[in-house]
């Protein structure tokens, strides 16, 4: 039985009316709900936490992801709702990782990704370390069987394909899809020239990557790179949408694990949160990398939460 955690509390703020649903923000409206109780969760969204930065550490990154979850639940809380009554919104706990043991935790949060999936409802995890990403994965593998075309759409700044013979982290995990899942199918957009090695555009290619470059991801540009994701999507028979939060240029996202001082603009990303999670074949999202220990005034947190909201609105409407 997997245990997971929760957080009452996280789920406060402003009050402008206690009986108008018009007036209501996100705290006013999240329900608190097991997942051995989940069944028909349709037209809903369900949150899972997934505290876990050893990826991090084995990666040599700068900790503190693991007190992402309810940091982004906090800001998230803040935020107005405004969907009708039929649309739910859930909060199905947290996953920690104990005892550095990363691969368990992963494991468990597939099995909760799965079994939200099965119920009905849209998973939206927050993670944690991009370790996140591999657990997120496993559930979508479960749920929609070994022979499902998977695509994976990773907002990134980085491939993640490092070699994972010594251990695997949160640099490894797309590669560990790729060299196991022949089903399986990855597109990066905000890939820096100079935040990766060439080893790993080497690896890349080899592995049959499909990439955008964080440089041309410009607003010129950006219905040619649209155009280019949704005939990724439609080639997949179901896709899990993954941001790093790192992608973001530092001036915008300072507390992440490696920040940057190049990258998107949070325009550019929510734009393209909106289009992924918007397509019909998408079924999932999760947030990785902020990390609160070195946030400057809830910046990053606060963009996070933000860009979850992106991700809930756009399942929402087309539900």
Known sequence: MIELEFNQSVWTGRIDDADDRASFRYHQIVELAPLDQLKHCNETCAIIGFSCEEGVRRNKGRLGAAKAPDALRTELAKLPWKFPESKKLLDTGTISCTDGDMETAQQNLGHAVSTILSSGATPIILGGGHETAYGHYLGI???????????????????????????????????????????????????????????????ADKLGVLYEYEDRMTDSNLDNVLTTLEEFIEQQDAVLLTLCTDVVNAAFAPGVSAPSPFGLSPLIVRTIIRKVAGHPKTVSFDISEVNPAVDENGRTQKLGAYFVNEAIASFMEKQ
């Open 141 to 203: 593998r479960d749920a929609f069987g070994q022979n499902a075309s998977i695509g994976i759409v990773n907002i990134d700044a980085h491939f993640d394909l490092r070699p994972y013979d010594e251990q695997p982290s949160s640099g490894t995990m797309f590669r560990q899809i790729l060299e196991h899942d022949e089903h399986a199918n990855y597109f990066v957009a905000g890939i820096q020239r100079f935040g990766n090695t060439q080893e790993l555009f080497d690896r």
